[in-house]
């Protein structure tokens, strides 16, 4: 695997440029906005069943050129692209859940070794699945089936590009005790990055809150670091792949996981999390803020407001924030 160091983590940030409901006017305006505020790298979802509806030996021409087109975009404006490779086409499946994963792995592995060939050089990587945890994302949260879709895909995604870095599907919150299941499944060896969703389980508790044990803070991160170097994977960085504050008033009873804070304390918290990832977690690389823009797409005002911009795409303070802790990178 080819490491780039440097002097602090990478900020990077969601993009969801395969969702339909976006224009490719709007794709452009928003790569235009990220590539303003310095911003290198985005994490950018595909869909398997996008690429291969029909069967596990053919690819739908219209799928793939729009993958071709999205990060051909990406790619022009000075940014590389992590790949999240996910949802299950239904004859991998029996026709179940597009969240199920497939029966038998090697179909997934077989697709993921013919994008990685496709798209080598193109990408820093490939992150197999998405919050494989949550029953939400992956049906049965169950580590062990997970691992046997890590254990195909790895050598697959090596095979299509030998320098590729393949990343450990994050985890919704600092969740150690669910890898520390998949490690005991067999997940050591099959992965080049760890990767967590270090959201705050009240949601508008600052990044510097204090670890309380559970997976609900950021600074939990600390036990997913001591269980990788327990594991031997001392040599490996964490990525968190989704973090962020959503902007929004919150009305009465509003449960803690959907609180929303002010558009200035998002921008003061970007800020204070990255500081606190530069001071105190110097084996996390990289930092993906979700989301790019505040969309109406997402279910509910909570998930709605993420954006480093508004729905409108005008600015707002927490991309000000962003463009203020992106670094260029240090080569040693």
């Known amino acids: 695997m080819s490491t780039e160091y440097r002097q602090d983590p990478e900020f990077g940030s969601q993009f969801h440029g395969m969702w339909t409901s976006y224009t490719d006017e709007e794709r452009e305006h928003l790569l235009d906005r990220l590539q303003e505020a310095n911003i290198r790298t985005v994490r950018l979802d595909v869909s398997w069943a996008m690429l291969q509806p029909n069967d596990g030996t053919s690819y739908d021409q219209w799928g793939v050129d729009f993958v071709d087109r999205v990060i051909g975009m990406i790619n022009a404006h000075s940014m590389t692209p992590l ?10 499946n029996g026709g ?10 090697a179909d997934y592995a077989r697709a993921a070794q013919w994008a990685a060939q496709r798209y080598a050089g193109k990408v820093i990587g490939w992150e197999v699945w998405n919050e494989p945890n949550l029953e939400d994302f992956m049906v049965g949260a169950d580590p062990a089936a997970y691992v046997r879709l890590l254990q195909a895909a790895y050598p697959a995604l090596k095979a299509g590009d030998p320098t590729t870095t393949v990343v450990f599907g994050g985890v919704s919150y600092n969740d150690d005790e669910w890898i520390r299941a998949a490690y005991d499944a067999g997940a050591q060896g099959y992965f080049d990055v760890m990767a967590t969703h270090p959201y705050m ?15 609900w803070t950021l600074t939990h991160a600390a036990a997913v670091r001591q269980l990788m170097e327990e594991r031997g994977d001392q040599d490996k960085s964490l990525w968190f792949t989704e973090c962020g504050w959503s902007s929004h008033d919150n009305e009465p009873g509003t449960p803690s996981w959907a609180m929303g ?16 990832t530069r001071t105190t977690m110097p084996w996390v690389a ?10 109406e797409a997402e279910g509910g005002t909570h998930n709605q407001n993420y954006g480093l911009v508004r729905a409108d795409h005008s600015v707002k303070p927490v991309l000000t924030a962003a463009s203020a802790v992106t670094v260029p990178p240090v080569a040693v």
Do not use: C, F, H
Not at 286 to 295: F, G, I
């Open 83 to 92: 790949i999240t490779l996910w949802l299950t086409p239904g004859w991998a």
């Open 261 to 276: 804070v002010t558009e200035e304390l998002q921008a003061q918290y970007l800020s204070e999390m990255m500081e606190v």
């Open 96 to 105: 179940q859940s597009d969240r199920t994963l497939p029966n038998d792995p």
């Open 286 to 295: 990289k930092v993906y803020w979700y989301a790019e823009r505040d969309s």
């Open 201 to 215: 389980g009240t949601a508008d508790s600052p990044p510097s809150t204090p670890d309380d044990g559970t997976k």
